[in-house]
T-cell receptor
Framework: GAGVSQSPSNKVTEKGKDVELRCDPI?????LYWYRQSLGQGLEFLIY????????KSGLPSDRFSAERTGGSVSTLTIQRTQQEDSAVYLC??????????????FGPGTRLLVL | RKEVEQDPGPFNVPEGATVAFNCTYS??????FFWYRQDCRKEPKLLMS???SGNEDGRFTAQLNRASQYISLLIRDSKLSDSATYLC????????FGAGTILRVKS
């Protein structure tokens, strides 16, 4: 069956530009997560959605980062006025039910963002 | 202190060797634990959940030590294809990942 998909797979942008990253979770999964992974680092939690609401936004690094989810499905992560330190792989994951972390999370292939 | 810590390695082992990784966590209220495998430039994939009683899946054995607050992963009879980064993840209201341990299995 279809897994988590993300687009674009790669994005190169200039410092100061806005970027929008998309995640399409596994059909029927109500919980959706965004993580960031810098080179050689572990996964840094950004935000999670339960349905269309985001109970935990604690990981968003700054107010330049925002995310939304509509229709309980697709989510977009927007980074405004990108900075070079935003360069990383942005991973999306989904799980069947709640976002407590107890359910298995299935990851998408990620979007590799490079800010020049 | 980081919430979840792992030895980054790399662990360089010959084929057929047994290798073990530990992962320590700081929050004693953590409820569930996982090992993920991540290949180079790929997304993490769940390897196995870690249960209180310990669990085994083929050549892989995971154990939890609540008293000392660590989980372990044991790989027996290492294969070249086991080469990857192994991430532990601990549920502390949300899933918190370690930075990963690099394993290189050589012929």
């Amino acid at each position: 069956g279809a897994g988590v998909s993300q687009s674009p797979s790669n994005k190169v942008t200039e410092k100061g530009k806005d970027v929008e990253l998309r995640c399409d979770p596994i059909s029927g999964h109500t919980a959706l997560y965004w993580y960031r992974q810098s080179l050689g680092q572990g996964l840094e939690f950004l935000i999670y959605f339960q349905g269309n609401s985001a109970p935990d936004k604690s990981g968003l690094p700054s107010d330049r980062f925002s995310a939304e989810r509509t229709g309980g499905s697709v989510s977009t992560l927007t980074i405004q006025r990108t900075q070079q330190e935003d360069s990383a792989v942005y991973l999306c994951a989904s799980s069947l039910q709640s976002g407590t972390g107890q359910e298995t999370q299935y990851f998408g292939p990620g979007t590799r963002l490079l800010v020049l | 202190r980081k919430e979840v810590e792992q030895d980054p390695g790399p662990f360089n082992v010959p084929e057929g060797a047994t290798v073990a990784f530990n992962c320590t966590y700081s929050n004693s209220a953590s409820q569930s634990f996982f090992w993920y495998r991540q290949d180079c430039r790929k997304e993490p994939k769940l390897l196995m959940s870690v249960y209180s009683s310990g669990n085994e899946d083929g050549r892989f054995t995971a154990q939890l030590n609540r008293a000392s607050q660590y989980i372990s992963l044991l790989i027996r009879d290492s294969k070249l294809s086991d080469s990857a980064t192994y991430l532990c993840a601990v549920n502390i209201n949300k899933l918190v990942f370690g930075a990963g341990t690099i394993l290189r299995v050589k012929s």
